[in-house]
């Protein structure tokens, strides 16, 4: 009896799942077909490095094209010629490996080289249009000067920028009436 209870149990766990819409899913598309730890990959655009992914568990599934990036996400950008711009740091991340776009999320801080630092919940990163993007609230301290929004968009050393819904404090004067 304790047999045959063990085979019935083991039939109905090896077999497909529905999910909450009805839609059977195998188990194996969760399973990412390469893992790693402690890795890095090197992101390129036209031969020319455009960011150094560093991250403490990766998994990569082949058939959607996605990365998952889910342990300390650390990403270096790189401008034209290749000199180092900016570095990002999440809890989370995503690489889209046909469009090479990223995605990071949870304490998302970007800290420029010359400076500025950018503090959101979630950033994309639009490789075709080389540019920054968030559609959530965003903090930027630049010196002493700080501005909330919602919405940011930027080159990847946060050297030209827009703030959507601006609002912030500032130490230096400012003429209103320009």
Known sequence: MTSLLLFILLIFSCGKREDQ?????????????????????????????????RSGHMAQFGKKKLILLDDKVEIDFYDSEENHTSLLRAEFGEIDERTKNLKATGNV??????????????????????????????????????????????????????????????????????
Do not use: H
């Open 21 to 53: 819409n009805g839609m059977i899913n195998s188990e194996t598309e969760v399973i990412p077909e390469q893992e790693s730890w402690n890795s890095e990959i090197t992101l390129t655009s036209s031969g020319k490095k455009i960011a150094l992914v």
């Open 109 to 178: 801080i970007v800290v420029s080289d010359s400076g500025e630092t950018l503090y959101t919940e979630e950033l994309f990163w639009n490789n075709k249009q080389q540019k920054i993007i968030s559609e959530v609230e965003v903090m930027i301290t630049v010196g002493t000067d700080t501005l909330y929004g919602i919405g940011f968009e930027s080159d990847a050393g946060l050297d030209n920028w827009t703030i959507k819904e601006p609002k912030g404090r500032t130490s230096r004067l400012v003429d209103i009436d320009e």
